[in-house]
Nanobody, 115 residues
Framework: QVQLMESGGGLVQPGGSLRLSCAASGSIFSVNYMGWYRQAPGKLRELVAS???????KCADSVKDRFTISRNNALNTAYLQMSSLKPEDTAVYYC?????????WGQGTQVTVSS
């Protein structure tokens, strides 16, 4: 059974940085896509950034100058480096992956940006 596990969330002051990790585990033959989404209270879940196995990247306009997505294919892990964090970045951040042709979600990790 495939699982995605996020880590690295927490409380950070405005202007600070955090690095999120998403590790896929289980019987894995291929990881085509990994993406980070976020959902703030009362809002819809939105795409933050995604990365494909060929290295191509998509990033939301609201974060493209501050967040960087990367992946380690050997570890089946994706990362989201977040810098210059703003209070409006506060949300639960979810990892999504297409593993062995099927889609999976992680359980989410809370990121709170507050002074």
């Amino acid at each position: 059974q495939v699982q995605l596990m996020e880590s690295g969330g927490g409380l950070v002051q405005p202007g600070g940085s955090l690095r999120l990790s998403c590790a896929a585990s289980g019987s894995i033959f291929s990881v085509n896509y990994m993406g980070w989404y976020r959902q703030a209270p009362g809002k819809l879940r939105e795409l933050v950034a995604s990365i494909y196995s060929d290295g191509s990247i998509k990033c939301a306009d609201s974060v493209k100058d501050r967040f960087t997505i990367s992946r380690n294919n050997a570890l089946n892990t994706a990362y989201l480096q977040m810098s210059s964090l703003k209070p409006e970045d506060t949300a639960v951040y979810y990892c999504q992956g297409r593993v062995n042709g099927d889609g999976y979600w992680g359980q989410g990790t809370q990121v709170t940006v507050s002074s």
